[in-house]
């Protein structure tokens, strides 16, 4: 099945070990990307482990589209979207947990469970929550203002994200700190700081389930007007979603729709911090185009995988049935032959066609309407209200080959 070893190119730059979170602990390795897309913009790379034996790195923009938009060759479920790069029996179980997940099926199956999930990000849904994510981001400004200075992570940047899907799902306010909590346990499992151990991520999902499948229970019984109750309602076509389809989507939402958007505001203001003259600009003009510029620097999804389900050539490559194809949006987002000047933070960029939310396709974000919002109406309330925020000391980064992660990033508020 697989080719032999010798046809297949290897890595253009000595030592880059994609796997290690090391390799990503200063924020994505930009310049062995740059060195990688101009000499060998996909590439191979080997593993010792018998089951795969490694994997093919896709750097480029429109490589990463190709393949994103084509999920009849490069599946979703096959092996799971989620790259462990660990070993094949790491995979077995990250499958084995997390296979119900929209996000690691294909057509049709993934086809009908979008089309319920849809229901809770209609545009009119966003619209009546971005009147409430205003109210709550100056909450949230009047909270840090009162404390003066602090970790703008904590205090602003995890918090509209959480307290969105809160809303929009129709959490209890008494439940939220439990989500956040869990949601740090299943991602931060690379970096010491943070947690805790594989065992822990898992106790965490198990936790998240039990109070998502109570909820489910509870609204199945008494529908309310909220998403919940919605997405377990049959409509005139008799779909819905299961209890237990909504525990994982709800796990999937904490996820997807938590670090992701935290990271974007916390890249976006360090970025304005790197950047004085764009955060004066910003602050005067409030471009539209800022939103998704700051959304690309931060691009706080480094990867997804896919599966081969057929050979297929990408960009000269020889890709053969059954090899996996990891994106590399983190790379793909500084490619200048798609994005100019890449390496500039430029808030009234105009065409800014980046793959920070995917390559398109299928799976595209279901959240970026609510994400667009979040880190539209954060940034409008910071400029309003903090317009002298400065940082106090260094950013601390999460130690991750997955996400992009701000930790940390004390401030003064005023
Ligand atoms: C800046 C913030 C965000 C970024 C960078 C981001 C990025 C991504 C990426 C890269 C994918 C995979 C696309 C693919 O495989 O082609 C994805 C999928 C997804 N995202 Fe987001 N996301 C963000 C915010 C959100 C929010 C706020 C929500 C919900 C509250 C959300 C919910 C989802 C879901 C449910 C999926 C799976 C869709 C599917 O499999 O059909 N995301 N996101």
């Known amino acids: 099945m697989t080719a032999p070893a010798d046809d297949r190119p290897r890595c253009p730059v000595d030592h880059l070990d994609l796997l290690d979170p090391d390799t990503f602990a ?8 740059r060195q990688v897309r101009e000499a060998q913009p996909v590439y191979w790379f080997p593993q010792q482990d018998a089951h795969h034996g490694g994997f093919w790195v896709v750097s480029l923009l429109e490589d990463v589209r190709e393949v994103s938009r084509q999920p009849e060759v490069f599946s979703s479920a096959e092996r799971g979207a989620i790259f462990t790069g660990k070993s094949a029996l790491d995979e077995e179980v990250m499958i084995a947990s997390t296979g119900l997940l929209m996000l690691n099926m294909d057509p049709p199956q993934h086809s009908a469970q979008r089309r319920v999930v849809q229901r809770a990000f209609t545009p009119r849904v966003i619209r009546d929550l971005e009147v409430r994510l205003v109210d709550i981001a100056h909450e949230i400004v009047d909270r840090a203002l009162e404390k003066g200075s602090g970790d703008f992570v904590r205090d602003i940047a995890a918090e509209l ?22 949601t740090n346990r299943l991602i931060g499992f690379d970096d010491p700081e943070l947690s805790s151990s594989q065992e822990d991520g898992e106790l965490a999902m198990l936790e998240m389930y039990v109070y998502a499948n ?10 309310q ?28 939402l904490c996820v997807a729709g938590n670090e992701t958007t935290r990271n974007a505001i916390a890249h976006g203001m360090r970025a304005f911090f790197e950047n004085p003259s764009q955060w004066e600009l910003f602050k005067q003009t409030r471009p539209a185009t800022a939103v998704d510029e700051i959304i690309r620097w931060a691009t706080p999804v480094i990867e997804f995988q896919r599966t081969a389900l057929s050979d297929y050539v990408l960009n000269g490559q020889q890709i053969r049935k059954g090899e996996r194809v990891v994106l590399y949006y983190s790379s793909a987002n500084h490619d200048s032959m798609a994005i100019s000047d890449p390496e500039v933070f430029d808030i009234t960029r105009a065409d800014n066609e980046h793959v920070a939310f995917g390559g398109g396709g299928p799976h595209y974000c279901l ?12 940034f409008d309330v910071i400029a309003d209200r903090l317009p002298n925020i400065a940082p106090t000391a260094p950013a601390s980064t999460l130690r991750s080959a997955f996400l992009d992660g701000i930790k940390a990033l004390p401030v003064r508020y005023a």
């Open 26 to 33: 200063d924020g994505p390795p930009r310049e062995a990307f």
């Open 214 to 223: 109570e909820l489910a229970l509870l609204r199945q019984a008494e529908p």
């Open 225 to 252: 007007d909220d998403i919940i109750s919605l997405l377990l309602q049959a409509d005139f076509d008799g779909e819905k979603l299961t209890p237990d389809e909504f525990n994982t989507f709800f796990l999937l």
């Open 367 to 378: 959240g970026v309407q609510l994400a667009r919002a979040e880190v539209r109406i954060i």
């Open 161 to 182: 994200p959480l307290l969105a899907i809160c809303e929009l799902i129709g959490i209890p306010a008494e439940d939220r700190q439990k989500i956040f909590d869990w």
